[in-house]
C-alpha cells in the first residue's frame, strides 16, 4: 500500500504524518508512508490545501487531519 502525506512541512503536516504511521502501526498493514513536499507534484493530486493524505492514489483527506480512527478505516478498506 502507498500512503502519501501531502504538504509543504508546516505543523499540521508533521501531525498527520505521525497519525498515519500511528494508524499502519495499529493495523499492521504493509504499506510505505511517504511525505511529498513538492508543490507541483501536490498540485498533480488536485489537492489545494494541506494537509492531504492519498492512499493508493485516492485523495482520502484534505485541509485537515482526520481522526486516527478514520484513518485505520480507510487502511483497512484497502487491504
Same mark, same amino acid.
Given at each position: %500500500?502507498e500512503i502519501? !502525506?501531502?504538504g509543504?512541512?508546516?505543523a499540521?503536516?508533521h501531525?498527520?504524518?505521525?497519525?498515519?504511521?500511528?494508524?499502519?502501526? @495499529?493495523?499492521?498493514?504493509?504499506?510505505n508512508?511517504e511525505?511529498?513536499?513538492d508543490? #507541483?507534484?501536490?498540485?498533480?493530486?488536485g489537492v489545494? %490545501?494541506?494537509?492531504a493524505?492519498?492512499? #493508493?492514489g485516492?485523495?482520502?483527506?484534505s485541509?485537515k487531519i482526520?481522526?486516527t480512527?478514520q !484513518?485505520i478505516?480507510?487502511l483497512?478498506?484497502k @487491504?
Amino acid at each position: %500500500m502507498e500512503i502519501k !502525506i501531502l504538504g509543504t512541512g508546516c505543523a499540521k503536516c508533521h501531525k498527520l504524518y505521525e497519525e498515519t504511521k500511528n494508524a499502519v502501526a @495499529q493495523t499492521g498493514v504493509d504499506a510505505n508512508v511517504e511525505k511529498v513536499e513538492d508543490l #507541483d507534484k501536490i498540485a498533480s493530486y488536485g489537492v489545494f %490545501m494541506t494537509p492531504a493524505l492519498v492512499v #493508493d492514489g485516492e485523495v482520502k483527506s484534505s485541509g485537515k487531519i482526520p481522526k486516527t480512527t478514520q !484513518i485505520i478505516e480507510w487502511l483497512k478498506a484497502k @487491504q
